[in-house]
């Protein structure tokens, strides 16, 4: 299985931009934490560490155990490796460094503020503005002509 992160990933950890995907161009990462790649399933990693231990106790010719301890520990670092990167890139998405309830709070505020513009909105929908009716008819009238004539083509 390919290598998730490159080698010397711990440097590019401390800069904070992971990319997730071996590649073989010397280019610079972005910071972009939402760069594809960055965010993956860890499933095969950790079915990949089950299926060694699996096949340790069920299978009739299985690996030594040196060599079972060190497909797991290879896996192992991998699994935590992407943990690391993904969590790192998480850390660099707006409002990543927040906690849940700060998170909770910030939605609480933002959901007061959006009641009160959709008041707002509501309150001038109900007023009668003639001005405001009157050029609207004026643009429908516009409009209509305008699709009377033909399009240059």
């Known amino acids: 299985m390919a290598?998730?992160?490159?080698?010397?990933?711990?440097?590019?950890q401390q800069?904070?931009?992971i990319p997730m995907q071996t590649s073989s161009s010397s280019s610079p990462i972005s910071n972009d934490p939402l760069q594809p790649g960055t965010f993956?399933?860890?499933l095969p990693l950790l079915d990949d560490i089950i299926g060694i231990l699996y096949s340790?106790?069920?299978d009739s010719e299985r690996l030594n155990t040196v060599q079972a301890s060190e497909g797991v520990a290879i896996k192992a670092k991998e699994l935590a490796s992407a943990i690391e990167s993904m969590k790192l890139a998480s850390l660099n998405l707006p409002g990543g460094h927040l906690s849940i309830d700060e998170l909770k709070n910030l939605s609480d505020k933002l959901d007061e503020e959006s009641e009160k513009r959709l008041k707002i909105?509501?309150?001038f929908e109900g007023r009668q503005m003639p001005l405001?009716?009157?050029l609207g008819k004026k643009n429908d009238t516009m409009n209509e002509t305008e699709?009377?004539?033909p399009s240059p083509v």
Not at 3 to 12: K, L, R, Y
């Open 3 to 12: 290598q998730h992160t490159p080698a010397g990933s711990t440097t590019q």
């Open 15 to 17: 800069q904070q931009t």
């Open 40 to 42: 993956q399933s860890l």
């Open 56 to 58: 340790q106790l069920t």
């Open 121 to 123: 909105l509501s309150a």
């Open 132 to 134: 405001v009716d009157q």
């Open 147 to 149: 699709s009377v004539m």
